[in-house]
């Protein structure tokens, strides 16, 4: 079985997983009866963990190696703790359900991604080429359950994500290299790294990125339903954004080594400020729905690309596990969580789309911040 089929296996359904949460879960919270301040608390959870959880699990793959014993414990709480699900459909219950299984999921990810790495040796330039298959696994399952909560309760989403961390369990039993065990006497290396100020600015340009991403991530879909768009409708709109993903991801390699992350930084954050106005003020018109969906290319697909190569250039072999986790809880953990609390009350407070264009001018602050910050030299990738 050859290395890319078992690393693009695990994006997959990992990337599937998330394709059932972030367009629906919203949409099942409503069915179960919460609010849209209940519906924010718990999807902010999601996010929340990921402040914690990547960073512990990180310290003790750096430390310890055994990395990849942690994706397979971590797979595996994963789908002990969904079950609790089944449990009871009280919001405290939900929030502590969805800690723990957060918690576990979330600190999965960053672990594989330096196995990723590791694994691709010389060839670290094709790794947008094994995640594009995160972004397919997404499409699959986004367009799919669209499709099919047309016709069923949208209730039944429970058992389709049980179903992908199922998947998500067994494939973790591949084997795969991973780094040896760090040299602890280098961990000062990791707190250098942190201090640099190209580092910082980094950190809190993806902060603010993610923060934009919140009503997207938390009330896309609601919002698109309340403009009279069908549930098919709203899964293939999610798919389009992944499906631009995938074509932008294809590519990304060359980009890489034509152009430095600080270019491609900048334009990024330019079209995704544009996308956010966009979903604020046109989204009664699909056209322009489908259009800003494209530039999910640019607001994920990119800047998560650049950020990968920016953490592997700016911290040390020894700290590549923390370095990864320190940019995930920053980005998509303290940012998104905010970002999904702060929409909630935006939302209901003054409609979904003040929140989108709220969002636009957080994209266009870190915008400023990328331009005034990475004045300096960004690293580019090498052929």
Known sequence: ???????????????????????????????????????AQITSILMVTKVLAPNVWAWVGDHYGKRLELVRYGTLLTLLFFLAFYLHTGFWWYVLVMALFSFFWNAVLPQFEVITLYSLGEKRERYSQVRLWGSIGFVASVVLLGLVFDYISIAYLRDFLLIIIIFIALVSLFSFSQPARTNLRKRGSFVRALKSPLVISFLVINFLLQLSHGPYYTFYSIYMEDLGYGRS???????????????????????????????????????????????????????????????????????????????????????????????????????????????????????????????????????????????????EIST
């Not at 920053?330 to 409609?351: E, K, R």
């Open 1 to 39: 079985m050859s290395l890319y089929f078992k690393l693009s296996s695990f994006y997959f359904f990992y990337f599937a997983l998330l394709g059932g949460l972030a367009p629906y879960w919203g949409l099942y919270l409503e069915d179960t009866g919460f609010n849209l301040i209940e519906i």
């Open 233 to 379: 409708t709203i899964g293939i709109l999610w798919a389009v954004g992944v499906i631009a993903e995938v074509l932008l991801f294809i590519v990304m390699h060359r980009l890489l080594r034509r152009f430095s992350l600080r270019r491609i930084i900048l334009v990024s954050l330019v079209l995704t400020t544009i996308r956010w106005l966009l979903v604020g003020t046109c989204s009664d018109v699909l056209f322009v729905v489908v259009l800003a969906q494209f530039i999910h290319a640019a607001s994920f697909g990119a800047m998560h690309a650049v950020a990968i190569h920016f953490v592997h250039h700016n911290f040390s072999s020894d700290n590549q596990g923390q370095g990864q986790a320190i940019y995930s809880s920053v980005s998509f953990g303290a940012g998104g969580a905010l970002g999904a609390l702060l929409s909630g009350i935006i939302v209901t407070d003054y409609g979904s789309a003040m929140a989108f264009n709220l969002a636009a001018i957080a994209s266009a602050t870190a915008l400023l911040i990328a331009y005034l910050g990475f004045k300096d030299k960004m690293p």
